[in-house]
T-cell receptor, first 112, second 110 residues
């Protein structure tokens, strides 16, 4: 039972490069989320998708875009990476907006 | 003011001890509450939901005090495997209002 799967697990980018973080869930959940976690800051919501076909901004959306490709998949794109985007990124899913979230094991991203 | 505040600790307790964490939240409209556990360099994992009447799961007890706007987690008979960071989570009922505390670090010492 895979749950929430994120790829890649680690990535190093140069400033200005672009990349897409992939997330897929096999729990038939409606809602999906992207967070970043920085030391001393806690988890902060970047974007979320309440259901297939919808996406909305979270607390820190600047510099990111998302795509809810289908019910299973929710990708996060950095168009022009900046050192301030160095972080650990977590994807999560839930059955609904009031329900607890289940997390993938994260992507550690460093931008030089 | 942060939406959710936790004492970062660290809490260092001997095996078998009882330890309690509190978490305060600022918005009285908060709808749902959870405790997560996060091990070093791992993802957060749901420990338990917190219900208005309080709830227990084995050695873990969670309580909600809406009047004072805090939730608590009590761990009895601490085990070495309980060493982790505990995150409280508050949801205001909309998708973009799911707030995580910065976590409380617990180390259980043999």
């Amino acid at each position: 039972n895979a749950g929430v799967t994120q790829t890649p697990k680690f990535q190093v980018l140069k400033t200005g490069q672009s990349m897409t973080l992939q997330c897929a869930q096999d729990m038939n959940h409606n809602s999906m989320y992207w967070y970043r976690q920085d030391p001393g800051m806690g988890l902060r919501l970047i974007y979320y998708s309440a259901s297939e076909g919808t996406t909305d901004k979270g607390e820190v959306p600047n510099g990111y875009n998302v795509s809810r490709l289908n019910k299973r998949e929710f990708s996060l794109r950095l168009e022009s990476a900046a050192p301030s985007q160095t972080s650990v990124y977590f994807c999560a899913s839930s059955d609904g907006l009031f329900q607890p979230q289940h997390f993938g094991d994260g992507t550690r991203l460093s931008i030089l | 003011r942060k939406e959710v505040e936790q004492d970062p600790g660290p809490f260092n307790v001997p095996e078998g001890a009882t330890v309690a964490f509190n978490c305060t939240y600022s918005n009285s409209a908060s709808q749902s509450f959870f405790w997560y556990r996060q091990d070093c360099r791992k993802e957060p994992k749901l420990l338990m939901s917190v219900y208005s009447s309080g709830n227990e799961d084995g050695r873990f007890t969670a309580q909600l005090n809406r009047a004072s706007q805090y939730i608590s987690l009590l761990i009895r008979d601490s085990k070495l495997s309980d060493s982790a960071t505990y995150l409280c989570v508050v949801n205001l009922g909309t998708g973009n209002q799911f707030y995580f505390g910065t976590g409380t670090s617990l180390t259980v010492i043999p």
